[in-house]
């Protein structure tokens, strides 16, 4: 499954539209979340200036910012109070931050969890 989620994120968002000669941004992040309910959600974020199709681009900048553009290391929204039901949420990340390549996967047992680790980067 997992190779069927990485795979299918990989196939439409990362077709460019636009001149040949704009450079592309050192940022260039598709970003999306799976749950069995709900499927595949996905959207495209820039950054340096924060852009594209995530509804809260700039926060979810200065969040990967914050960690150094390592996924592993985002700070999350702090302590909330998460229920303990278990309805998995698989995360993906595939592009390029500052012109280094991104390729990140990890799965939380609920959305609520997901936010409290991830912030907003997840959120959209």
Known sequence: MASLFASGLLAAPLIST???????????L????????TGVESTR????????????????????????G???QLTGTGPQVCTFDYNPVRV???????GEPVQYVEEFPNRCVMEQETGTVFSF
């Open 18 to 28: 636009g001149t040949a000669s704009a450079a592309p941004p050192e940022t260039d």
């Open 30 to 37: 598709v970003l999306a979340v799976y749950q069995e309910q």
């Open 45 to 68: 974020l820039t950054c340096d200036p924060a852009a594209g199709e995530h509804v809260r681009a700039q926060a979810a900048c200065g969040e990967i910012e914050a960690a150094g």
């Open 70 to 72: 390592d996924f592993t």
């Open 92 to 98: 993906a990340a595939f592009g390029s931050w500052r």
